[in-house]
């Protein structure tokens, strides 16, 4: 499993803001090439994204699909990248104080050809990987606190 952590200069409304807007996840996940739709309810339960990942012109259409979460707190997802595999996502948002928040973000494969590569190389590729998301993750919320302090 690989686990990243980062200290985001936004309040966790902020942070879990980003999370649920399922229309900005190929800003800031990495490999995701294009989001095709999202399920209107999306992030509750059982709710679907549906994304291309990968570069054109074999990018791969799939899905990622929400399993649980607290709004504001905590989102998992289970993420499917056939025919490589899936895996689970899990956000969690600490909030520090009214302007910072620690987010942490699990990662694992679960099914599929990947999992075979569960091992220490594979959680060191997911860790720096997830660092890229996690920093891009940050300047979605922080830009989007700046501009509504900016009024």
Do not use: C
């Not at 399922?22 to 209107?40: N, Q």
């Not at 549906?50 to 289970?78: F, N, Q, T």
């Not at 948002?93 to 620690?102: G, V």
């Not at 990947?114 to 300047?139: P, T």
């Amino acid at each position: 499993m690989s686990i990243t952590e980062r200290i985001v200069r936004a309040p966790a409304e902020a942070v879990y803001s980003v999370l649920s807007d399922g229309w900005s996840y190929s800003d800031w996940v990495v490999g995701t090439a294009h989001i095709r739709d999202v399920d209107d309810a999306w992030p509750a339960p059982g709710t679907r994204l549906h994304h291309k990942a990968g570069p054109w012109p074999v990018s791969i259409r799939d899905r990622s699909e929400s399993l649980d979460w607290e709004p504001g707190r905590m989102l998992l997802l289970k993420v499917h990248l056939w025919p490589f595999g899936a895996g689970h996502v899990k956000f969690t948002l600490d909030r520090l104080d009214d302007r910072a928040t620690r987010v942490t973000m699990q990662e694992q494969f679960t099914e599929g050809p990947l999992l075979g590569v569960r091992n220490k190389v594979g959680d060191l590729f997911l860790h720096f990987r997830n660092a890229e998301a996690l920093q891009r993750l940050a300047d979605i919320a922080e830009r989007r606190v700046a501009a509504a302090q900016r009024g």
